[in-house]
T-cell receptor, first 111, second 117 residues
Framework: QQPVQSPQAVILREGEDAVINCSSSKALYSVHWYRQKHGEAPVFLMILLKGGEQKGHEKISASFNEKKQQSSLYLTASQLSYSGTYFCGTVSGESNYQLIWGAGTKLIIKP | GAVVSQHPSRVICKSGTSVKIECRSLDFQATTMFWYRQFPKQSLMLMATSNEGSKATYEQGVEKDKFLINHASLTLSTLTVTSAHPEDSSFYIC?????????????FGSGTRLTVV
């Protein structure tokens, strides 16, 4: 079952912050975050493996609440280069450890 | 880091012909390869999963006789779209996972834009 991402889309001005959420109805083994720009393949951002784990990647960080089966991606002081569609992918034992993608969150950064 | 080379990046073919898409892992052994298709403004849709040396496992609704997947070596997987029709036009992307299994990331190819005319 596909994880639910919210919001579907967000428009920001450069320098503003954003949070993208990803929730699943299944017990999760890991959560993956990717960014895809138009016409290109997705680019790996980070993977979170443990409950309560947090990771950072420049000004992009994420948390994973295993109990709530949720993950959030935080983008701080957004830059124009952050524009794109962000996908979370979840892996669970119930899905035979396949990566199941969310529908994506489109992020538009305006100068 | 892990790199997957996918080609061609774009292909235009006539209806009824077949098209082969290749994905090569350049610096690691891809024990599992995933093939996706993506329609405009939509998420990635998993078509099939293949493990090296084994037959691919297709997702429900994906015709295995139409989308032939070969994963004969740990560095090469191919997807052949047979008797392509305009409705097969899409963005096809491969993704490889190494022996690290689901604890690690998935490396994507650069994608193939297929247009069937």
């Amino acid at each position: 079952q596909q994880p639910v991402q919210s919001p579907q889309a967000v428009i920001l001005r450069e320098g503003e912050d954003a949070v993208i959420n990803c929730s699943s109805s299944k017990a999760l083994y890991s959560v993956h975050w990717y960014r895809q720009k138009h016409g290109e393949a997705p680019v790996f951002l980070m993977i979170l493996l443990k409950g309560g784990e947090q990771k950072g990647h420049e000004k992009i960080s994420a948390s994973f609440n295993e109990k709530k089966q949720q993950s959030s991606l935080y983008l701080t002081a957004s830059q124009l280069s952050y524009s794109g569609t962000y996908f979370c992918g979840t892996v669970s034992g119930e899905s035979n450890y396949q990566l199941i993608w969310g529908a994506g969150t489109k992020l538009i950064i305006k100068p | 880091g892990a790199v997957v080379s996918q080609h061609p990046s774009r292909v235009i073919c006539k209806s009824g012909t077949s098209v082969k898409i290749e994905c090569r892992s350049l610096d690691f052994q891809a024990t599992t390869m995933f093939w996706y298709r993506q329609f405009p403004k939509q998420s990635l849709m998993l078509m099939a999963t293949s493990n090296e040396g084994s037959k691919a496992t297709y997702e429900q609704g994906v015709e295995k006789d139409k989308f032939l997947i070969n994963h004969a070596s740990l560095t090469l997987s191919t997807l052949t779209v047979t008797s392509a029709h305009p409705e097969d036009s899409s963005f096809y992307i491969c993704s490889a996972r190494g022996a690290w299994g689901p604890r690690g990331g998935y490396t994507f190819g650069s994608g193939t834009r297929l247009t069937v005319v």
